[in-house]
């Protein structure tokens, strides 16, 4: 009897530290916060961490700002080599002009 009390309080401490002993804790809780890069800004591996921006289309917004001076607006995208109206509207949430 002994033995079967021992392995279930052994089996109870290791899940109450497993799950933790009261919960989880609201201090190291998960937060996530939108990012926003600024395209006047960014360098080439902040721009390819956009959504389908890959080496060649950052490379072209850093080509086309050096060539034209910083972007205005975000629809300024559109003027780059290679982008469209849709994809500038894809990006939109996950870009700024500053």
């Not at 033995?3 to 052994?10: A, C, K």
């Amino acid at each position: 009897m002994l033995r079967i009390w021992l392995v279930v309080t052994l089996g109870l401490a290791v899940r109450a530290f497993a799950f933790g002993l009261l919960g989880p804790d609201p201090r190291h809780a998960l937060v996530i916060e939108p990012v926003t890069i600024d395209l006047n800004s960014a360098r080439l591996f902040e721009l390819q961490a956009l959504p389908g921006i890959g080496r060649a289309k950052a490379e072209a917004i850093i080509l086309h700002r050096l060539r034209h001076g910083p972007f205005e607006a975000v629809a300024g995208l559109d003027a780059v080599d290679g982008f469209g109206a849709r994809v500038v509207q894809a990006l939109a949430p996950f870009v700024k002009v500053d």
